[in-house]
């Protein structure tokens, strides 16, 4: 968990970074951000090596809910085979017929309620942490497009002629 706000907080730096690009632009090429390319390219690089990692993440929760579902499915199989291989060795005499029938609707029942029940832990297991992630991710989100908003925001006022928004920005922050 401190690995992943380590990285949110890594995204959050970068982003600020950039911001701060956009604060220092020159009053002799509006609407311009200049950004000294060995900066850009830092920060481009970091947010690549920061970015993944949550994705990895992502797809690591993917393929444990897959794994999960499919465990049920064979657990599901398997006591269905031994369900159908008892049927078949107990077919011999009548009272043997009838008590094996008895069996397999009981063992299909418990499969059945097994495999449901693993699936359902399964896909709540996976849910929580979708959910977690899906947090993580919104509050990025929420930085980026409220970075977005203050640069809009310093280009608008720059558009305008007002006083020098460095100050604003940082009340803004």
Same mark, same amino acid.
């Given at each position: ?17 950039? &911001?701060?690009?956009?604060q220092k632009s020159s009053f002799w090429l509006p609407h311009k951000i200049i950004i000294p390319d060995q900066e850009f390219f830092r920060i481009c690089m970091e947010l ?7 994705? =990895?993440?992502?797809? &690591? ?21 031994? %369900? &159908? ?7 011999? &005499? ?5 008590? %094996? ?9 418990? %499969? ?6 693993? =699936?359902?832990?399964a896909l709540l297991y996976t849910d929580d942490l979708l959910a977690k992630l899906s947090e993580s991710f919104a509050q990025t989100l929420d930085t980026v497009s409220n970075?977005? =908003?203050?640069? =809009? ?21």
């Amino acid at each position: 968990m401190t690995d992943e706000k380590e990285r949110l907080d890594t995204i959050e730096r970068l982003l600020d970074e950039l &911001e701060g690009f956009a604060q220092k632009s020159s009053f002799w090429l509006p609407h311009k951000i200049i950004i000294p390319d060995q900066e850009f390219f830092r920060i481009c690089m970091e947010l690549r090596e920061a970015i993944p990692s949550v994705l =990895k993440e992502a797809r &690591e929760i993917v393929e444990q809910r897959d794994n999960y579902i499919e465990n049920a499915k064979r657990e599901h199989r398997r006591i269905l085979e031994t %369900a &159908e291989s008892r049927v078949h060795d107990l077919v011999s &005499e009548e009272a043997v017929v009838r008590e %094996a029938q008895y069996e397999v609707e009981r063992i299909i029942r418990n %499969a059945g309620e097994e495999a449901a029940e693993l =699936k359902r832990e399964a896909l709540l297991y996976t849910d929580d942490l979708l959910a977690k992630l899906s947090e993580s991710f919104a509050q990025t989100l929420d930085t980026v497009s409220n970075g977005r =908003k203050l640069i =809009k925001h310093f280009l608008e006022e720059n558009r305008t002629g007002s006083a020098p928004a460095g100050e604003e920005m940082k009340q803004e922050l």
